[in-house]
């Protein structure tokens, strides 16, 4: 822009430095055809003494001539009719004196006794004088009687001046134009490429304080208003982004609260049923009383664990969990975290395989307690859909990478459909869209393995094939030592 600023000041500079060499070439060559002139400097056109020098050069040359080799022509009034002819042509006349009195006058009018004073002593300097000012050319000679002559050459000045006025108002008026025009593309760019972004920038500006998003700052240009768009047009799209998300967030967080409150109402409404049973004598036998009791256990059991997982869920969304990470051995740990689980998943009839086929040595760095809550989650979540009337089995596969390992806990439940695969991740995300609390849990258990399994610089995925099972994989890098040596 600063290049472009530069550019607009030099251009008409440059170009009225150009048509004032141009328009004086083009009149000096036209003065010297008009006036008789000597080639000269476009200078000349303003230096009136210079110019008027130079005006009936090849008369004075010829005058000078005929003085000094046949000076009787002087005396010849036809000749001098002649060259006083050829003076008219360039606003001049011819005055010859003949000791001193004019001998002969080209002038229409009578020179009059001042005239003819002032005439006679500027002659001595050959300057401009008098009223009516003239340029006088004068030479000495001799006529062949022996008498002194002069021959005086006038050219009026107000000619030459006319001749400069006329050069000055071309010169003028050409860079009027020339400004005239400068200053029209100057506007024009400045229009299309600052005034009409601003303008782009003012009506988003205006947007966004209104709160509309939906519109785009488009710019062709690469300047630094361009630059500005482009980063205007930027932040509106983050904003958008942000604003988006912000919605999206407030609109799950409605939908969890919904989910919670529904999830908590069914436990609550049969544990209000069984105290109301008790209270009312409908639990009159001992086994009754003891089914009744379970019963309000298991629910309220339930709500405890909802709970934990909201407050889990909570934590993790607002990234306020404390992890304890520790250097793990993975055999171990996963030795002990199958043990634990193959007991509770005998108890329902489901068989257990764990294979192993990373070194004895690997370490990785993770949280025990909130790993094994991931695990734990994957697995309740197989254990509850898996279909009934037919024998279930789980199976849990750490397969060994150069820079992590990847654990895979496979099942042969109903499976997932396709188009739900993308969105079993989400928080309080069902397959079954009516929310039956039938198979229990908060909808939330694979959103929180999830948010562990990132915490901890991994990544965790599913697949699944409907009517055969679902695989969820996740990984965890490595713990490898730093070796120095002296």
Known sequence: MKITYGMFFLIPIVLIVVSFWGIGRIELRALQQKYDMEEGSVEMLFNPFEMLGNISVSVVEELAETAESTPERLSDIKYLETVDKRLEKYSSFLVLRKDGKIYYSGQDEEINEDVENIIVEAAKDNYITGDEPYHLKQLSFQFPDGSEGIIQIFTPVEMVVKQV????????????????????????????????????????AVNIKDGNLDFNVITDTEDEIGEVCIAFEEMRIKLKDQIEVSMQYEKDNKELLSNISHDLKTPITAIKGYVEGIRDGVADTPEKMDKYIRTIYNKATDMDKLIDELFLFS????????????????????????????????SRG????????????????????????????????????????RRGHIGIFIKDEP?????????????????????IFERCYRTDASRNSSKGGSGLGLSIAKKIIEEHGGKIWANSVEGEGTTMSFVLRKYKECVTYE
């Open 403 to 423: 820079e992590f390992v990847q654990i895979e806990i496979q099942d042969n439940g109903k499976g997932i459909a396709k188009k739900e695969l993308p969105h």
């Open 165 to 204: 006025e006329r050069v000055v108002l071309k010169v003028s008026v050409c860079s009027l134009i020339i400004l005239l025009l400068v200053s029209a593309i100057a506007f024009t760019w400045l229009y299309q490429s600052i005034v009409q972004p601003l303008e782009k920038l003012k009506r988003a």
């Open 315 to 346: 934590k993790l969304d607002s990234n306020s969990m404390n992890y304890s990470f520790a250097k793990l051995n993975l055999k171990d740990y996963f030795e002990d975290c199958v043990d634990d689980i193959s007991l509770d998943l005998e």
């Open 350 to 389: 489901i068989s257990l395989a764990y294979y192993n086929h990373v070194p004895e040595d690997t370490i990785i760095i993770a949280d025990p307690e909130q790993l094994k809550r991931v695990i734990n989650n994957i697995v309740g979540n197989s254990v509850k859909y898996m279909e009934s009337g």
